[in-house]
């Protein structure tokens, strides 16, 4: 007769290692807000790390497990809404072509971020304002989206079976997104109105007159 096991040890073990997770978010979010808190009332450069630890009240050691540096930390959301991005474009069904899969995504991760709250919006303005005002952070930013456009080069790939190193497409595709997120995001940040709705509006109004400003004269 098969030896019976009680599934209550495994299910223990998922609780346990969920709350082990949560918590390390918690902390990272902490560390997060501590920082721009900090930096905002004494600047990027004159904010060592241990102030930051301090006010969560963690060690040094403990902030280096998050975080590579100041400049890691303040990229941290850009980071993971990249990484959003381009989960939700991998999980786009494949009857959808490249752009359709690519608008999709991007509504996706905007319909993510609004059932996180607000205080997420908060917080990415803050920190694209910090990236902007300081020459060492807007460096390391536009490094990064460079780098990251290659994932996104990676996954665009894939759904269409095609090789990125031979084929363009899938490169000027992600240039193209980037691009329209990019203009969209900076009309978004200039309006009165910073809500999700207004900077989903604001890209579909360049996605849309993409294939016109391509495609023949303008007048």
Not at 26 to 33: E, K, Q, Y
Not at 187 to 207: E, I, K, N, P
Request: net charge negative.
């Amino acid at each position: 007769m098969p030896e019976f096991t009680s599934p209550a040890p495994a299910a223990a073990a998922l609780r346990s290692a969920d709350r082990r997770q949560r918590k390390k978010q918690r902390t990272r979010d902490a560390l997060i807000r501590a920082a721009m808190e900090l930096f905002e009332a004494k600047g990027y450069p004159d904010t060592p790390v241990h102030e930051i630890t301090d006010a969560v009240d963690v060690s040094e050691r403990t902030f280096f497990r998050y975080f590579t540096s100041k400049e890691d930390l303040v990229l941290a959301p850009i980071k993971d809404s990249a990484a959003q991005f381009a989960r939700l474009l991998a999980q786009r069904p494949p009857g959808e072509d490249p752009f359709t899969a690519a608008r999709c995504a991007y509504h996706a991760l905007l319909a993510e971020l609004a059932q996180a709250g607000g205080e997420h919006v908060s917080s990415y303005l803050a920190v694209i304002a910090l990236i902007e005002s300081t020459p060492a952070l807007l460096a390391a930013h536009l490094r990064y989206t460079h780098e990251d456009d290659d994932h996104v080069v990676q996954v665009l790939a894939a759904r269409e079976g095609v090789d990125a190193r031979t084929d363009p497409r899938p490169r000027l595709l992600a240039a193209t997104m980037g691009t329209i997120a990019s203009l969209a995001n900076r009309d978004w940040r200039a309006s009165q109105d910073h809500s999700l709705a207004t900077l989903a509006a604001a890209f579909d109004t360049y996605a849309g007159q993409l294939a016109a400003a391509l495609a023949g004269h303008w007048s």
